[in-house]
């Protein structure tokens, strides 16, 4: 059974903060990771890929992914109240374009 | 460009009646995916069209549930005979030939009486 866990939180972060989200995944051979951004009542929009260990950054969005611990987080430089939303970590565990593994989604709120 | 689309947004049916959804990918995109995700929960992956290949059918929970694609454009899911445990929205995503991220559309939200 593939797991990917994730705080539900709500993590709450102060405007202008860094938010750190994290998330654990069970599959050791999982191959390609990603980061969406759920609004409450929307569909999760893509805001991050990774799939080599290390860091990716892109504007305010790092993805970081630790392999061998099967770790893999994402941070938020300089929160904005428009960032608040629930974020959901996929996991894809075969080498093609399969179907993805979510977790639950950690709830993020960043107060003004 | 245009992104995913599905219809209906909405759908409240009553229990014992089967319910069809559509999903139209993005122009050009080979891979289709259906998830559903049930109220306060993760995504759950449900099925997999790669172009002409055979589905991946995995995660169809039931054999109420059925999902067909022609070629490379719309898709149908449909689900016969819904039961209460059937509501949730209903995700429909696609990505293009060789590309592992996935795109969504704004899903229909199914409410089984």
């Known amino acids: 059974q593939k797991e990917v866990e994730q705080n539900s939180g709500p993590l709450s972060v102060p405007e202008g903060a860094i938010a750190s989200l994290n998330c654990t995944y069970s599959d050791r051979v999982s191959q390609s990771f990603f980061w969406y951004r759920q609004y409450s009542g929307k569909s999760p929009e893509l805001i991050m890929s990774i799939y080599s260990n290390g860091d990716k950054e892109d504007g305010r969005f790092t993805a970081q992914l630790n392999k061998a611990s099967q770790y893999v987080s994402l941070l938020i430089r300089d929160s904005q109240p428009s960032d608040s939303a629930t974020y959901l970590c996929a996991v894809n565990s075969g080498g093609g374009a399969d179907g993805l593994t979510f977790g639950k989604g950690t709830h993020l709120i960043i107060q003004p | 460009g245009a992104g995913v689309s599905q219809s209906p947004s909405n759908k409240v049916t009553e229990k014992g009646k089967d319910v069809e959804l559509r999903c139209d990918p993005i122009s050009g995109h080979t891979a289709l995916y259906w998830y559903r995700q049930r109220l306060g929960q993760g995504l759950e992956f449900l099925i997999y069209f790669q172009g002409n290949s055979a589905p991946d059918k995995s995660g169809l929970p039931s054999d109420r549930f059925s999902a067909e694609r022609t070629g490379e454009s719309v898709s149908t899911l449909t689900i016969q005979r819904t039961q209460q445990e059937d509501s949730a929205v209903y995700l429909c995503?696609?990505?293009?030939?060789?590309?592992?991220?996935?795109?969504f559309g704004p899903g229909t939200r199914l409410t089984v009486l």
């Open positions: 995503a696609s990505s293009p030939r060789g590309g592992l991220e996935q795109f």
